[in-house]
């Protein structure tokens, strides 16, 4: 994938990262995606949150998501 909207200036804060990792995890369960898609898929959003946020936690976004798809299985 290419960058579509990733040189505009964002400021994202800690409610918006969140809300992305439920729409990710909404996209991988209704998708239905393998693991490696769902690898893709969440690296994307990564790239773009690391681009808007210097202090963006991967890790702790990994397990947002993680969390929802646990719950919703």
């Known amino acids: 994938?290419?960058?579509l909207w990733y040189n505009m200036?964002?400021?994202m804060t800690?409610?918006?990262f969140q809300a992305l990792a439920t729409a990710c995890a909404e996209i991988i369960i209704r998708t239905n995606a393998d693991r490696s898609e769902s690898?893709?898929?969440?690296?994307?959003?990564?790239?773009?949150?690391?681009q808007s946020?210097?202090?963006f936690d991967s890790?702790?976004?990994g397990d947002w998501i993680?969390?929802?798809l646990i719950k919703n299985s």
């Open 1 to 3: 994938m290419g960058s």
């Open 9 to 11: 200036p964002m400021k």
């Open 14 to 16: 800690r409610s918006h």
């Open 39 to 50: 690898e893709a898929i969440i690296d994307e959003i990564v790239n773009v949150c690391r």
């Open 53 to 55: 946020n210097s202090n």
């Open 59 to 61: 890790i702790r976004f």
């Open 66 to 68: 993680q969390d929802i």
